[in-house]
Every structure is written in structure tokens, then in C-alpha cells.
């Protein structure tokens, strides 16, 4: 079993930036392909960025050139950095693992999700 739980969502200006974490339990996290999705309500899970354990990154064209996604193996973590933050940015992020260790847009492909954050843009 893999706990995620997520940080660093919260409210900020159009324009400005927000780093989230995902913190993994468990021994293995290196070997897992993690994901970042975002959704609103009623709406189906977006994907937005996912990275290998090879460190294969794949994006949304939506937040290409604006968002990166990274880990940190030593911290079991996954961040993903958001700048340039935009209105349509609001939604609750959710991280996701996958512990064949690829990196997939399809939510049908992880394993195991966090709870979510809410990241608040404001206009």
C-alpha cells in the first residue's frame, strides 16, 4: 500500500506561483511513475504532468512552458512548480502513482492518489 499526501496548495494572484509536494510512503517510491491531475467539480480528472522513474517527463500542452514536475528520490517526493498561474489554474491538484514506473495521462493507470489541494487563483 502507497500513502500519498499532497501540500502547497493555497490562494494566490494571477501571475504568481506555487510549488506543490507529494510526499510517498514506502521503500520503492523510486521505482513508481507519478502523476499530477487537477479537476473541478462534476468534471473529470485532468491530467497535467507525469515523470518516469527514469525522470521521463510528459505535460499538458495547457500548462507546458509554466509547470514542472521533478522528484526527489531521497525525499520520496514529487513536486510539481506552477508559474504563471492563470484563473483556469483553479482546481484541486491530486498526485497519483504508478508502480510499473511509467508516465501516463490516463488516471485509469495509477494505482494509488493523494487527497487533493486546492490551489486558488485569483483574477
Known amino acids: 500500500q502507497v500513502q500519498l499526501v499532497e501540500s502547497g496548495g493555497g490562494l494566490v494572484q494571477a501571475g504568481g506561483s506555487l510549488r506543490l509536494s507529494c510526499a510517498a510512503s514506502g521503500r520503492t517510491f523510486s521505482s513508481y511513475g507519478m502523476g499530477w491531475f487537477r479537476q473541478a467539480p462534476g468534471k473529470e480528472r485532468e491530467f497535467v504532468a507525469a515523470?518516469?522513474?527514469?525522470?521521463?517527463?510528459y505535460y499538458a500542452d495547457s500548462v507546458k512552458g509554466r509547470f514542472t514536475i521533478s522528484r526527489d528520490n531521497a525525499k520520496n517526493t514529487v513536486y510539481l512548480q506552477m508559474n504563471s498561474l492563470k484563473s483556469e489554474d483553479t482546481l484541486v491538484y491530486y498526485c497519483?502513482?504508478?508502480?510499473?514506473?511509467?508516465?501516463?495521462?490516463?488516471?485509469?493507470?495509477?494505482?494509488?492518489w493523494g487527497q487533493g489541494t486546492q490551489v486558488t487563483v485569483s483574477s
Open positions: 497519483a502513482a504508478d508502480i510499473s514506473g511509467g508516465y501516463y495521462t490516463r488516471p485509469s493507470e495509477y494505482e494509488y
Open positions: 515523470i518516469s522513474r527514469s525522470d521521463n517527463k
